[in-house]
């Protein structure tokens, strides 16, 4: 083949519309001065991928495949119409630097064996990832990795081969193998190797690739002279397939392909690699595995309980003593198989209403057994009771996990983001109202950040410019900033991955906004920012059931105070002309139970602000526990109104009276 350029880039996508963007416009800068080639190669991307190649960039290959091929099948299709003299496999979740890939050009033209080679690659935290350079999985290595001993031992050469994490990442050396995320190579070596192994979907043909290039006599080498950002495992959020399992599929056929020869090296192998598949599905699926296994002991513990209250009744002995293992497990596996059919068991979600179902359903179903089976039959009285202790049990057990966890509430958006802005052009300050106007996350702009200290102290359209790129670490830290977002109009990528990774210890999320304003990227997800207009019908708190659950919740909490709580309060404190917040709350509380307030809901209403409407008027709500900024009141009153519900609700009143109690403490 007639080589006419130097750099051939080969992208596979899928449905990652928005970080291929981004991508492309950082390969714009970084290719400028190198003759080149971008082959994109679409497996069957449903988000709108290919629209977006063919109408903005016109100068990319674009080979639009019908079905999902996988990473080695589409690759190498890109890879068998490139002309280029290096070849480089990126992903599309990445963003390079400007001088990356003439880095990695002159690196190869002064090491003359180096085959393949990979650069540094950092999380979007500022991290490194490992992954970028890493040794083959070899039976010690492996058992290492799986034991955890190369996590203990960060720094040990024994211990952690198999991420080399005792290696200085900012120094260059020959590894075994580098992330598919990123691997440049000769295209000599492509014609003596050929192309990725076709039988790996995905994951383990980067490894597998490394070690046949390593087999021909060619190095492989990790540089640290340049850097890229990387996403990672953005596709597979956008695709049905079991990543865990493919992963771990893909580790055996390696160790079947290249370490056959040795039965025992393959037995170990082969043993780790299931040891860690099985601890990954562990962690995976630990929250259906702990909601089954509570579910189980509290069923059996509801049947042994109900069957000790009713024993003496009308002569009841209890369950023979012959049948009580068929007893204790037949209405359990039955209970636990409704519930599982009813949806109950999901790996991020603990759902309370779909298991009243499941526990109707699966009560309703062991009554009738008991006319068919009558040898295994019991008093219905005993299945009544028992399925009443259960539903109090397994409910109990859902609300307080959910009240004290993550899981279902909406923590991360209420939690407002202190943002900075790197940038003082209009597009910076466009940013900032963008992300300030955004009713589906509450962010607050501290300020922003310029490029040199000549321009700190002084304030654009209300925001002020707080500090430079030379300080950035001492503000982050000093303003508690959780998120900075980068103006590319203003900024460098080389600039962009320098202050990514001087901030790698600081525990901040760093973002870059496309360039038409229109989405912001993260290490999460891809957040629109021009948010559809939020109008009545788009608001929770005015849609049933989340309307008819806050008013439900309000009468029986406040009747419940009314009676119990109430009478004592009022008598011992209401003469009192300073009150502590809590005793001002239940003082309240009559007004909640005749519907003129809620226990939660916004500060203002819309006999104050007529222009839309935010439910009752709140004794506590967003704007107690969050709005500690100047100025965020309507903006937290909104977002309440738009994602209300109950468990939002409880988490309110939780927040509320743990920042009552800190008050308190504070004097």
């Not at 992300?435 to 509450?442: A, D, F, I, K």
Request: aromatic share 14%; glycine share 6%; with cysteine.
């Amino acid at each position: 083949m007639n080589i006419q350029i130097d750099l051939s880039v080969i992208i596979v996508n899928y449905n990652v519309k928005d970080f291929l963007q981004s991508l492309l416009l950082s390969l714009d800068k970084a290719l400028k001065n190198i003759t080149h080639e971008i082959i994109i190669v679409d497996n069957a991307s449903t988000d709108g991928s290919v629209e977006l190649i063919r109408n903005n960039f016109l100068q990319v290959t674009l080979i639009n495949n019908k079905k999902n091929l996988g990473f080695s099948k589409a690759n190498n299709l890109g890879l068998k119409i490139s002309k280029g003299k290096y070849l480089l496999l990126i992903n599309p979740d990445t963003l390079v630097s400007e001088d990356t890939l003439t880095e990695m050009i002159n690196f190869f033209e002064s090491h003359s064996n180096v085959g393949l080679a990979g650069c540094k690659i950092l999380n979007p935290d500022g991290t490194l990832q490992l992954a970028c350079r890493r040794s083959f999985p070899g039976p010690w290595t492996s058992f290492c990795k799986v034991t955890g001993l190369s996590t203990l031992f960060p720094k040990s050469k024994i211990f952690a081969r198999y991420n080399l994490t005792y290696l200085d990442e900012n120094k260059s050396y020959e590894v075994d193998a580098v992330s598919g995320s990123f691997m440049m190579f000769t295209r000599k070596v492509y014609e003596e190797i050929g192309g990725l192994d076709e039988e790996y979907f995905m994951y383990g043909e980067d490894l597998a690739y490394c070690f046949s290039i390593q087999k021909a006599g060619y190095n492989i080498f990790y540089v640290a002279s340049t850097q890229i950002i990387h996403y990672k495992g953005e596709s597979t959020k956008r695709s049905s397939i079991d990543e865990t399992r493919i992963f771990y599929n893909a580790m055996h056929l390696f160790v079947k392909k290249h370490y056959s020869t040795s039965f025992i090296v393959k037995f170990i192998l082969r043993t780790a690699i299931l040891v860690r598949g099985f601890i990954s599905f562990l962690g995976k699926y630990k929250l259906i595995i702990w909601a089954i296994f509570l579910d189980f002991l509290f069923f059996d513990l509801s049947l042994f309980t109900a069957e000790k209250i009713y024993i003496g009744y009308n002569g009841w002995s209890g369950f023979p003593s012959n049948n009580l293992i068929f007893i204790y497990t037949v209405p359990l596996f039955i209970q636990l198989f409704v519930s599982s059919v009813s949806g109950v068991y999901q790996k991020d979600k603990l759902s309370i209403f779909r298991n009243i179902g499941s526990i109707l359903a699966g009560f309703l179903i062991l009554t009738s057994l008991t006319f068919f089976l009558k040898q295994f039959a019991y008093s219905r009285a005993v299945v009544l009771i028992a399925y009443s202790m259960f539903s109090v049990l397994i409910i109990l057990w859902r609300l307080i996990f959910r009240l004290s966890s993550k899981t279902g509430l909406l923590n991360d958006e209420i939690k407002q983001r202190r943002t900075l802005i790197i940038g003082v052009d209009e597009f910076s300050v466009n940013i900032a109202k963008k992300l300030e106007s955004n009713s589906v996350r509450l962010y607050s702009v501290v300020g922003l950040i310029s490029q040199s200290f000549s321009k700190v102290g002084e304030s654009i359209n209300q925001y002020n410019i707080i500090g430079s790129i030379e300080n950035i670490t001492k503000v982050i830290r000093e303003e508690k900033i959780n998120e900075v977002v980068f103006s590319t109009s203003d900024l460098s990528y080389s600039q962009i991955m320098k202050i990514v990774s001087d901030c790698k210890n600081l525990g901040v999320e760093f973002k870059l906004v496309g360039k038409n304003l229109d989405y912001i990227v993260g290490k999460t997800s891809v957040e629109m920012l021009d948010d559809v207009p939020v109008i009545e019908l788009n608001y929770n708190i005015n849609q049933f059931p989340h309307k008819q659950i806050k008013v439900l919740f309000d009468y029986l909490v406040s009747l419940t105070i009314l009676f119990f709580i109430y009478p004592f309060i009022y008598l011992f404190f209401s003469c009192k002309k300073k009150n502590s917040e809590f005793v001002n709350i239940i003082l309240n509380v009559p007004s909640i139970f005749s519907g003129k307030v809620s226990f939660v809901g916004p500060k203002i209403t819309s006999e104050n602000n007529s222009s839309f409407y935010k439910g009752k008027k709140g004794l506590t709500g967003l704007w107690y526990t969050e709005g500690e900024e100047k100025n965020t009141e309507e903006k937290l009153d909104i977002f309440y109104a738009r994602n209300q519900n109950i468990w939002l609700d409880l988490d309110i009143i939780r927040r509320t009276l743990l920042k009552m109690r800190k008050r308190k403490q504070n004097g």
